[in-house]
């Protein structure tokens, strides 16, 4: 197995070639003048078995940078191709919420069926995009890392998730934690005012977890972090596998009252603190 | 026939629907937060062959716009659908320059050829890429249009392409100015000295277009404007279809002593004055 790093995740397939055993690749990779991406792919890869590892954070390079290793590697004899994209681009353009416009991920997914034989990705938001894709989709979780991260800086916790549907993120925390897990409901008590809360545990005089896939504004988290506060929370800690964190958003959940943030490095943050090395490197054994 | 701008093309949409008597459509485009592109087309395609007119002069942006504007249009059930890519991103990578390589434009011609059923595009730097294509690929010719433009701006000109390669170009042009044309040809005179000249013909006394598919750094054409006005030529105009003029290369042409340079719309610049609304119009009928 040769790992071919993309220009996003260079750091990240260092280290899952390293936990792998594998060859890691010297993949020149620069920009025309014009705009245009280069990349060259310096070593031999005949009858390999090659991962590229890119994570989609700069959106549309990179995946045009994919689909331009897969031509390469491609032609130089690969025996197989696996693209892993620890946050994968489009993904959450899954549906058609209006007539006339596109289902972005599936539009992607018949590019990526085409190019490779494996796509491996990390926490997609919604599972069902697996349906989109005419080859093996499989998909890590990096909840668990996160809990291991938390797990000394939290007394007597409780681990949330922001909302019901994302339940599962906080029972998997919660059983590495060794704690109680809920999930947060939203109420509107007044046309101006609503109330956040644990549907069934008190926060009061708690560590708190709060747990979900990905964070983007941060808006609601951040009034979440605010009452749980006001509801006599200790320590609060705002954990995520995808911190997309967009303009201001890490400085709305400080403001908020949020002791740390944390997320992993499927996307470029201050606060990507954590690997999802492993997570892959599983994958791939 | 449903006119579809792309977010590049605007306006060169715009005309071509006059042009062609066709309907054009409203498309909703803008970028999420995250810096993911959200499209929509407003219009009922049902049934309808459409056009896509999108130059790829943001050259990744564009092509995923495209790819997304396909899978909208398929899904709403166009009859056909054109892509026309007036400057086409990526068409320079036609071939392995060295192992490890894509040959980009091919990597992305077998994209096109999965999400349209043709693709037009205007005076490609080489045509042999119509074999990566599994669908019509046509092309277009914007030097007449560069050479009516400069027509009545020059007294006794001579038409010159600035290589051997480009000698269509001149003669074409010449055909309209109705006058001689050549090619340069540079000669190093000593190590770090280089002669450029007609190779045929005299500048001295006579006005001069320069006339090549695409300028990028300018650099070369730069070097033969200044060395043209040394040999005695007065007015000259440096004129191509693709006006991509990296960095400085614009300024670098008027300090080499160029009166006029100008390009077409297919590619944004400051010397984009040429349309080629007709050229596609034309291929559209």
Same mark, same amino acid.
């Given at each position: 197995m040769i790992i071919i790093p993309g220009s996003n995740s260079q750091d990240l397939a260092f280290r899952v070639a390293k936990l792998t055993n594998s060859k890691l690749a010297r993949v020149e990779s620069k920009r025309f003048p014009d705009g245009e991406i280069y990349v060259r792919v310096h070593d031999d890869v005949k009858d390999e078995d090659v991962v590229i590892i890119q994570t989609q954070n700069r959106q549309n390079d990179g995946i045009i940078e994919t689909i331009l290793l897969c031509d390469a590697l491609r032609d130089e004899g690969a025996n197989s191709i696996t693209v892993v994209a620890p946050y994968l681009a489009y993904?959450?353009?899954?549906?058609? *919420?209006? &007539?006339?416009? &596109?289902i972005s991920i599936r539009a992607l997914a018949k590019i990526y069926s085409d190019i490779c034989d494996k796509l491996i990705t990390i926490n &997609?938001?919604?599972?069902?995009?697996?349906? *989109? *894709?005419e080859i093996p989709f499989i998909y890590g979780d990096a909840v668990p890392k996160l809990a291991e991260y938390v797990k000394d800086k939290l007394n007597n916790p409780i681990a949330l998730a922001p909302d019901k549907g994302a339940i599962e993120f906080a029972k998997t925390a919660a059983e590495i934690l060794n704690c109680e897990y809920d999930y947060l409901e939203k109420t509107r008590i007044s046309p101006t005012e609503i109330q956040i809360a644990p549907k069934n545990l008190d926060a009061e005089g708690r560590d708190v977890l709060i747990v979900d896939d990905i964070i983007s504004t941060g808006g609601t988290m951040a009034t979440a972090i605010k009452l749980l506060k006001e509801q006599g929370a200790k320590k609060i800690i705002a954990a995520c +596998?995808?911190?997309?964190?967009?303009?201001d958003a890490l400085n709305k959940l400080y403001a908020g009252g949020a002791d740390e943030v944390v997320g992993t490095d499927t996307f470029l943050s201050e606060? /990507?603190? +954590? /690997?999802v090395d492993d997570v892959i490197a599983k994958l791939l054994r």
């Open positions: 993904a959450r353009q899954d549906k058609k *919420f209006n &007539p006339g416009e &596109p &997609p938001h919604e599972t069902h995009i697996e349906r *989109f *894709f +596998v995808h911190p997309v964190l967009i303009g606060v /990507s603190k +954590v /690997s």
